[in-house]
């Protein structure tokens, strides 16, 4: 009779214990679950750019992280929109010289 009792009560103590794990990792995974809210922030994640040219607009979560790929590496669209603008009206203006010395060396030749 005692071995009985020694086992059911290891039995309630090794349920109990998995009981209370299961109850711990159910509430990690609600915790971790939680998708951070969306703002109306505009931002240019060089995250989400990799290797291209210019950055991707984006906007910022409330946890302070792109809304794409959750990077933390990003300017404010503000402050970045005229760098881009005089950036690309740099580039045109190359490619507009390259062009009008193309025709002229056609024309000398």
């Given at each position: ?12 103590l090794i349920?109990g214990?998995l ?11 609600l ?18 750019a990799?290797?291209?040219l ?5 906007f910022?979560?409330?946890?302070g ?11 404010p ?17 190359a ?15």
């Amino acid at each position: 009779m005692l071995p009985g009792i020694a086992f059911a009560i290891a039995l309630l103590l090794i349920g109990g214990w998995l009981l209370s794990r299961e109850k711990q990792q159910d509430l990690s995974l609600l915790v971790e679950s939680r998708l951070p809210r969306i703002t109306l922030v505009s931002i240019y994640c060089l995250d989400c750019a990799g290797y291209e040219l210019l950055p991707k607009k984006t906007f910022l979560t409330s946890a302070g992280r792109c809304a794409k790929c959750y990077g933390r590496s990003y300017v404010p669209a503000s402050t970045w929109a005229p760098a881009i603008r005089a950036r690309l009206q740099h580039q045109l203006r190359a490619a507009q010289a390259r062009e009008r010395t193309r025709k002229i060396e056609k024309q000398i030749v």
